[in-house]
């Protein structure tokens, strides 16, 4: 039965996606009608701060806000500052007293019973300059989840949660100051693990019959959760994502059957090299951040990054507003990758390029081998966001120096949980001093219950994928051979499948994600009002999800779009797990209503 407008998808407390499930509703949203957002019960956690944070940010503004402020919440004293020094940049009229860092910890006494606490870091702004906060929460991704900020509103409340410093003041250390380091590592502050005089958790055991894993968790843990078990839980999602673990095992088990893999995936990778972020974006984020660093501490100028391909949006963003700038090349074919290479001949230099493979929403492969050779040859890095065609499917390490990836997609699949990865390529010949510069820069803002959460879903991924993969060809075979569709967009039939091809594990499939264009766009409507899926934003779950891409994510700019050829009216279609045959059906009646339209 598909959600009602604002319903969470999946519904539960913690959802990933939101229902909209008409075009008009989404129409409705963007123009923020109030027959849609006042229905809103959640959204996705970087564009819709989640109610359980509002709630606490409410809290936080009557103890310690003053009049004509507003607050947003981050994980850690380092990503606060952040945010701090983007208002200093994107607004350098705001007085620098105006935009104020306040860190609130647990104060409890400790003993031996390690139990997983929280602070969270606030920064205090006019209110008339939200939307150059919201860009931070929204583009970097690291703002804090709901479980976190479930925790600590609870905390709050309870007074365990307490300023460090009176109300009002700020620490010198707090604002931000010019000099060579524009990054400072964050001190014991940083550090989410303090010790608390609580209950024990009851005995581990098998989860009872009349309870979901989710409610186990909650039940068994709820703010008690040790340590030690999140701390396992992030260790097996590493060894998951570097190849060392494959069995859908209990996380002691499983660490102790891979804790011998030295190959993974690749020879040479191990966990070790697999860093975890609390979103896919702020995995992108903060590579960015450290290729930047690193740039800095070799003492080179400056440089531009380079998008290449139509990116998911905020990629896109990140390079532009953090740095120097970006080139985008919005197709990323050879014409693109023609120019790139006589920009390159003529003198210019730039720090990085980002790519997607394949990209969102065209699902088009960049040609990742002459890439590297220009790389290689212009002594640039490579980052690559292999979200949409997962490591099981395809192998782009051997291109690139990091390989990205939202966890909170297709590695999850129960779309409850937001999470990231970067991988550090032990061959790239950048390897040692980028391994040096992200030793320095990396700290482990990923929310412990979250990771439990992460863990517990992506024990089945690997199995997930093949079915997923079997569906997405049939649904793709089925729109291709519909007479009122004009364009199928899937890494198996649009032009660039050779490049995707070269990177294809020989039993790799061509994802669960794609995306069709109608003759007419009564058409598109038409199909997608009458199709029997989910209907909300994100990829990779477990159900069929589908959304009128353009419009959720380009509304305001969709001549923009359409330069790139991102048609107005193209809907994005994420393939679950259900049975081929019904999944099927469900798509040639939508078909024909828009054979109808």
Known sequence: MLAAVGAPVPNTAHAVSVSLPSWKANVGYEEGEDWVVSKMQTGYPRFFIHLTIQELEREIMKKYGKNNERVMLFPSPATAKRCQKFF????????????RLLNLEPKMSSNDHDTVLSGVYCIFFPKEHFPIAKQVWQHTGDGISSRRGEFCLKALQ?????????????RSDSLYTKG?????????????????????????GPIPEDKDYATFVEERFGRNLNIQLAEQAKVAMRRRIAGCL??????????????????????????????LYPTGMSAIFNTHRMLRAHAEKEGRPPLKSICFGFTYID?????????????????????????????????????????????????????????????DEYDFAIAVDE???????????????????????????????MGGSAILNPHSKHFDAFRQTVDKEYEDNYWAEDAVFMERNSRDFISRIDRINTNADAIATTLRNAKNVKAVYYPKYVASRPNYDTCRHPNGGYGGLLSVVFNRPEQA??????????????????????????????????????????????????VGLEDTGPLVECFERALAAAAAA
């Open 88 to 99: 200093h940049d994107r607004a350098p009229n705001v007085p620098i007293t105006a935009v």
């Open 158 to 170: 309870d007074g365990y949660l307490q300023p460090v410093v009176a109300p009002g003041r700020i």
């Open 180 to 204: 060579p380091r524009r990054y400072q590592r964050g001190g014991s502050q940083n550090n989410i693990n303090f010790l608390v005089n609580l209950p024990d958790p009851s005995p581990a």
């Open 246 to 275: 494959t069995d859908n095992l209990e996380p002691d088990e499983a660490l102790f059957k891979s804790s011998q893999c030295t190959g993974g995936r690749h020879p040479g990778m191990t966990e070790d090299h697999v860093f």
């Open 315 to 375: 990629t896109l963003k990140i390079l532009e507003k953090w740095g120097p700038g970006c080139l985008f090349y919005g197709r990323g074919d050879s014409a693109d990758l023609d120019d790139l290479e006589r920009r390159l001949k003529s003198g210019e230099r730039y720090l990085s390029l980002f790519t997607e493979f394949p990209s969102n929403p065209l699902l088009h492969s960049s040609d990742l081998p002459r890439l590297r050779r220009l790389a």
């Open 387 to 417: 979200t949409v065609g997962n490591v099981i499917n395809i192998n782009v390490l051997p291109y690139a120096d990091i390989v990205m990836s939202s966890l909170t997609k297709v590695f999850s699949g129960d779309s409850n949980v």
């Open 525 to 574: 409507v038409a199909f997608f009002d009458a199709l029997e899926v989910q209907k909300g934003p994100s990829l990779g779950t477990n159900f069929t999800l589908a959304c009128p891409y353009t419009v959720l994510a380009h509304y305001t700019e969709m001549e923009w779009t359409a330069e790139w050829g991102v048609d107005p009216d193209l809907v994005r279609v994420s």
